[in-house]
């Protein structure tokens, strides 16, 4: 006769003990060593120093070297400055108010200098996505460059037939036009 079939019970609850929350299971945190390491600090570069002034703290507009209000630098191209981190756009000492795309535009063709940026470059700037090249630029977008360069023109007084600050580069894109003046 075969045995008769016995149902298996729950086992208790069993109270484990929490262990403190600031003791680390790992060994203890080593003190700093009181001298510095004796490998080489890597520093970056400076920017180029023609395009750059240094910045001491001001409560007025900068004029040409003259230091900008709120700390930073000034990027200069012939009599235009422009402050990336207050983002002040100069003019001849008079300020220019610029919109958000606007400005971004006119800080790209800056950095770039004479460097030819394309109208899918610029809209990928705008996006914030500068350093990918997989995502599609549509004509809509690239259209909507062109619309932002012309009002960006306007506002600097620049003629595209003449131009003081950005020229264009048929079928390419836009780049700053040389430091010195035509005659």
């Given amino acids: ?60 507009l900068a004029r040409p070297g003259m230091p900008a209000p709120g700390g930073g630098y000034w990027i200069t191209h012939r009599d235009l400055q422009l402050n990336p981190e207050t983002r002040i756009v100069l003019i001849g000492g008079q300020q220019v108010e610029l919109t958000r795309t606007e400005f971004d535009l006119l800080a790209t063709l800056l950095e770039s200098k004479r460097r030819v940026r394309s109208k899918a470059d610029l809209t990928l700037v705008l996006r914030g996505e500068s350093y990918v090249t997989s995502y599609y630029v549509g004509e809509a977008d690239k259209r909507a460059v062109e619309a932002h360069m012309t009002n960006l023109r306007r506002k600097l007084g620049d003629n595209p037939s003449n131009p003081r600050y950005i020229e264009t580069v048929r079928g390419v894109g836009y780049r700053l036009t040389t430091e010195l003046l035509a005659p």
Wanted: charged share 10%.
């Fill in 1 to 60: 006769m075969a045995p008769a079939y016995v149902e298996p019970q729950p086992a208790a609850p069993v109270y484990v003990e929490p262990q403190p929350v600031d003791a680390p299971p790992y060994a203890e945190p080593q003190p700093y060593p009181a001298e510095p390491p004796a490998y080489p600090v890597v520093v970056p570069a400076a920017p180029p120093a023609q395009a750059i002034v240094p910045v001491y703290p001001s409560q007025e």
